[in-house]
């Protein structure tokens, strides 16, 4: 959902790199662990390295299954994730684990974040969710709007002219084709306002990198079909959005209900 497929997958590989090392480490710090304090652990009770072992084994064998899990979900583009709490995990706490790891190897946070999306996005597919258009919502950021707009349209995107000036005219013609409710935010609180008061079972959201992100965290069990925006004039001003690329979200996620794939 966040461009060809050629620019999205040297990120997979990048982000699959980063759980393999992050099992690898956890591995090596479980050993670690372990190791240590069995020599002191000993002297109280010859039992307990043994136990203390054991437990760590356990702990290290679930982080690295579930990163296992993800990387195969990855791959095969089938959700392999039996538990709804165990993805919860993933998306909420592991992801984030995984671009902190990025950091400290000297990766680009933009580049962790769209791997971060690109991945989200495909966790979402794997779930062949079929909403009912009443039961979505585009999100979108205030910057999409023109600056120097005269007409305000957080709180009602309907007071739009459609004047052309800016990509709201041609989101908005989407979201009436579909019959989809649409809401501009200016900023994560108001996002949150938004999804609690109009309660959607799908939000397709657009917005920058780091917006997205902590977006898809917050609004986690809820999927979110992250898209990127375009800034011509820099973060926060003036951005675009390629139309054609919300058009496929919604032409892939919103079906009558009745149709097949697991309806929400």
């Known amino acids: 959902m966040t461009g060809p497929e050629h620019i999205q997958q040297p990120r997979k590989r990048l ?48 982080i690295v299954g579930s990163l296992g899990l993800l990387v195969l979900t990855l791959l095969t583009g089938r959700d392999l994730f039996l538990l709804q709490s165990l993805r919860g995990l993933v998306v ?9 790891l990025g950091k400290l190897f000297g990766v680009d946070r933009d580049i ?10 495909q966790l979402v597919h794997t779930r062949r969710l079929r909403v009912p258009a009443e ?20 709180g009602d ?46 939000i397709v959201a657009v917005a920058c990198e780091r917006d997205l992100t902590s977006g898809i965290r917050d609004a986690y069990p809820l999927p979110v079909v992250g898209i990127l925006n375009k800034r011509p004039n820099g ?21 009558p209900a009745a149709g097949g794939g697991e309806v929400l």
């Open 15 to 62: 982000f699959i790199l980063l759980l393999a090392i992050g099992g690898l480490l956890v591995l090596g710090l479980a050993f670690l662990l372990w190791w240590v304090p069995s020599v002191g652990l000993e002297n109280i009770h010859p039992v307990l390295p043994v136990v203390f072992g054991v437990f760590l084994t356990i702990l290290a064998l679930f």
């Open 92 to 100: 909420r706490y592991l992801f984030p684990a995984i671009i902190f």
């Open 112 to 121: 962790l974040q769209r791997s971060f999306i690109v991945l989200n996005n």
């Open 135 to 154: 039961r979505t919502l585009i999100l979108l950021p205030h910057c999409i709007q023109m600056f120097d707009c005269a007409i305000k349209i957080t």
């Open 157 to 202: 995107v309907e007071k739009c002219v459609r004047c052309g000036k800016c990509d709201i005219s041609g989101l908005l013609e989407l979201a009436q084709k579909f019959g989809i409710e649409m809401a501009v935010a200016t900023g994560g609180t108001l996002a949150r306002k938004l999804i609690v008061e109009k309660r959607p079972k799908l």
């Open 235 to 255: 973060p926060c001003f003036n951005t675009t959005i390629l139309l054609s690329e919300v058009e496929q979200a919604l032409e892939e996620y919103v079906i």
